[in-house]
């Protein structure tokens, strides 16, 4: 229990390191930042695969990163990238996309042998398949998609940058039946033209201040309470309560279901008020 623990310390440092490092890397390019991120999550997963204890925390340590990174530049892209007409069918995805994959993750688990034989779980090898082949996979296709298809920045980016003809470049690209000039007018119309607060500033300047003390009070709030909490530690909670028909992975895997169909209702819940309310 305690090398488990320690283990999964590695991870959840990472994530933050990502989180905060992940603004100022953005400030390079969106595209560079996702590109850093996939070679740091690859070179984790490889330290992974390793059956060293110190590495195996690195590379949690570095893949945490690499995932907090994406967490943040990856929703910056769709945004600054994504044509407005699309925006609202397309923003949900990433929602929905994050219980899928929570879910394909519970039930990657079934593979291996039960809890209760240590020395089937010793022996097998097909915590390769969690561990090393499925989030390395993830990472090439990412990867090869940005070398061969996403060649360009975000628009808006390269509109604020003023690299004005790779941004024509990349409305050819996703506004392939409209004028790219008139595309350009609209999206530069769009752009947020208030001042650019820093991340130092959201907590030393009073007009910042209070507001950035709330948000982080309440997503410290839901993180120890809410679904994360719950799924971290859904394994230990369904223990207790196995029989010879139901097991802890079966209660996670339910967890997973549970969490889809929420994610889903709640986004039809913001449709309806926001149309509501607009």
Same mark, same amino acid.
């Given at each position: 229990?305690?090398? $488990?623990?320690?283990?999964?310390?590695?991870?959840?440092?990472?994530? !933050?390191?990502?989180?905060?490092?992940?603004?100022?890397?953005?400030?390079?390019?969106?595209?560079?930042?996702?590109? @850093?991120?996939?070679?740091?999550?690859?070179?984790?997963?490889?330290?992974? +695969?390793?059956?060293?204890?110190?590495?195996?925390?690195?590379?949690?340590?570095?893949?945490?990163?690499?995932?907090?990174?994406?967490?943040?530049?990856?929703?910056?892209f769709v945004e600054e990238t994504t044509p407005s007409t699309?925006? /609202?069918?397309?923003?949900?995805?990433?929602?929905?996309?994050?219980?899928?994959?929570?879910?394909?993750?519970?039930?990657?688990?079934?593979?291996?042998?039960?809890?209760?034989?240590? $020395?089937?779980?010793?022996?097998?090898k097909r915590w390769l398949i969690i561990y090393f082949w499925?989030?390395?996979? !993830?990472?090439?296709?990412?990867?090869?998609?940005? =070398?061969?298809?996403?060649?360009? /920045?975000?628009?808006? @980016?390269?509109?604020?940058?003023?690299?004005?003809?790779?941004?024509?470049?990349?409305?050819?690209?996703? &506004? $392939?039946? $409209?004028?790219?000039t008139d595309v350009l007018k609209s999206l530069s119309k769009?752009?947020?033209?208030?001042?650019?607060?820093?991340?130092?500033?959201?907590?030393?300047?009073?007009?910042?201040?209070?507001?950035?003390?709330?948000?982080?009070?309440?997503?410290?709030?839901?993180?120890?309470?809410?679904?994360?909490?719950? *799924?971290?530690?859904?394994?230990?909670?369904?223990?207790?309560?196995?029989? +010879?028909?139901?097991?802890?992975? *079966?209660?996670?895997?339910?967890?997973?279901?549970?969490?889809?169909?929420?994610?889903?209702?709640? =986004?039809?819940?913001? *449709?309806?008020?926001?149309?509501? &309310?607009?």
């Amino acid at each position: 229990r305690k090398n $488990q623990a320690i283990l999964g310390s590695p991870m959840v440092l990472g994530l !933050m390191t990502g989180a905060l490092t992940g603004g100022h890397l953005m400030k390079a390019g969106r595209r560079n930042a996702l590109l @850093f991120a996939c070679s740091l999550g690859i070179t984790g997963v490889s330290l992974t +695969a390793r059956l060293n204890f110190v590495t195996i925390c690195l590379g949690r340590f570095l893949y945490g990163t690499s995932v907090g990174i994406m967490g943040i530049t990856g929703s910056r892209f769709v945004e600054e990238t994504t044509p407005s007409t699309y925006f /609202d069918r397309v923003a949900p995805i990433y929602s929905v996309s994050h219980t899928i994959g929570g879910l394909i993750a519970y039930s990657l688990g079934f593979i291996l042998p039960p809890n209760n034989d240590l $020395q089937g779980l010793i022996e097998t090898k097909r915590w390769l398949i969690i561990y090393f082949w499925v989030p390395m996979t !993830m990472y090439v296709l990412m990867l090869l998609g940005l =070398l061969f298809v996403v060649k360009h /920045d975000a628009i808006k @980016f390269l509109i604020n940058s003023g690299k004005i003809t790779e941004a024509k470049l990349h409305i050819m690209q996703m &506004y $392939q039946y $409209q004028d790219p000039t008139d595309v350009l007018k609209s999206l530069s119309k769009s752009l947020d033209s208030g001042p650019q607060v820093g991340f130092y500033e959201t907590f030393s300047n009073p007009k910042y201040r209070r507001s950035t003390v709330i948000n982080i009070i309440q997503i410290l709030f839901h993180e120890m309470t809410a679904i994360s909490v719950v *799924k971290k530690f859904s394994t230990t909670l369904f223990e207790g309560m196995e029989s +010879a028909t139901f097991s802890a992975r *079966k209660g996670t895997l339910f967890i997973g279901v549970v969490n889809i169909i929420a994610a889903i209702f709640a =986004l039809k819940i913001v *449709k309806k008020y926001r149309e509501q &309310y607009e």
